[in-house]
């Protein structure tokens, strides 16, 4: 559904020569979990609940929708083919199986490493780094303005909201999509640093 990451993982920061393909793919696919997980759906809904809902007309009567609303909207922007997928994620680091197509471009090819890099494990720095980086292209809006034109084309509306309902529900996405992204761009100092020693193991 998604090429978000594609965009926000072709430009890294500087200083992430020692993130390997293997090191990369782990953040990404822990992020991407930890997003997806009750606890990560819930804590993201009440970060975004406030700004989304200041920018909401009254008619959309946000306080009572963002809840449901968030909540399948993280599944689509966080699924594994999602924001996190390894394939863009880590499209900087991981080697190129193939040309033919962008699919089988961004294969994660872990056998190709060597042994000294499966024995070793992300640095704090380059975890945190690499995803502040990433986290920070959710403010961009070329990404926001694709985000909500794909979800328009995948007919999310049509698949979780009321016929009677449509014009009002892809009027949210205007404002959910690009408010709430907007937000969690700037949310890395609560949980980036915290993750990558806690859930991810980095080494300092």
């Not at 978000?4 to 953040?27: E, H, R, V, Y």
């Amino acid at each position: 559904l998604f090429t978000l990451g594609l965009t926000a993982s072709t430009t890294s920061p500087s200083g992430l020569q020692g993130l390997n393909c293997k090191d990369c793919k782990l953040i990404a696919n822990v992020v991407g979990s930890l997003f997806r997980s009750e606890g990560g759906i819930n804590a993201s809904t009440e970060y975004v609940r406030k700004p989304v809902c200041d920018a909401m007309p009254a008619e959309l009567e946000c306080e009572k929708n963002i809840g449901w609303f968030w909540r399948v909207l993280s599944t689509w922007i966080f699924s594994t083919e999602g924001w996190f997928a390894p394939k863009y994620f880590c499209m900087d680091v991981c080697p190129v199986t193939k040309t033919s197509d962008i699919e089988t471009e961004n294969e994660i090819d872990v056998d190709s490493e060597s042994d000294k890099e499966r024995r070793s494990g992300p640095s704090c720095k380059d975890c945190s780094q690499r995803l502040f980086a990433n986290i920070a292209f959710m403010s961009h809006k070329d990404i926001l303005d694709e985000a909500v034109d794909n979800l328009k084309k995948a007919k999310f509306c049509e698949t979780y909201a009321e016929t009677k309902d449509l014009e009002k529900c892809n009027k949210a996405l205007e404002i959910v999509v690009p408010v709430g992204l907007t937000a969690l761009s700037k949310s890395g100092d609560l949980w980036i640093e915290f993750t990558c020693e806690k859930d991810i193991k980095c080494s300092n």
